[in-house]
């Protein structure tokens, strides 16, 4: 995961004209139960989800950020779409990273764009699109 993390790391847009840089980026895989006690508590959302990121800081240094991966829910998502539970965190955490350098997915305008990098990124390691809206791929 370290390698691939890397990767997208170096395949992530500049934003701001300026390359990112991360001083420091811890992920945590989670089950359910973890994950839907870290969304009620800083998101104020019942249930589990697929990914929560948290920016700890951003200094000349770099950004600092913590990753919540869901295995559960990679695990189902990957069984609903057919493919490795492994390509689905990779794209949690591709997703996690963007929102970490300022990308959101709360429209749908900025939702395309946001799943058109994580494919983009994805493609670039050998993972391909990974990325599918509910209820499109089987």
């Known amino acids: 995961m370290i390698e691939l993390v890397r990767g997208m790391i170096e395949l992530l847009p500049a934003t701001d004209g300026k390359v990112n840089r ?8 989670v089950r359910d139960d973890e994950m839907s006690r870290l969304h009620e508590k800083y998101s104020n959302v019942a249930g589990t989800t697929d990914v929560l990121t ?16 869901c295995a559960d829910e990679a695990g189902r998502r990957s069984a609903e779409l057919g493919h490795s539970v492994e390509n689905e965190l ?20 900025h939702a395309r764009q946001m799943h058109a990098e994580e494919d983009r990124i994805l493609t670039s390691l050998g993972l391909g699109a990974v990325y599918a809206p509910r209820g499109e791929r089987s």
């Open 54 to 69: 948290f920016v700890q800081g951003n200094s000349d240094k770099g950004i600092e950020v913590d990753l919540a991966l």
């Open 22 to 29: 991360f001083s420091q980026i811890s992920i945590r895989i």
């Open 90 to 109: 990779a794209l949690y955490a591709v997703h996690g990273l963007l929102h970490a350098i300022g990308l959101d997915d709360q429209d749908e305008v």
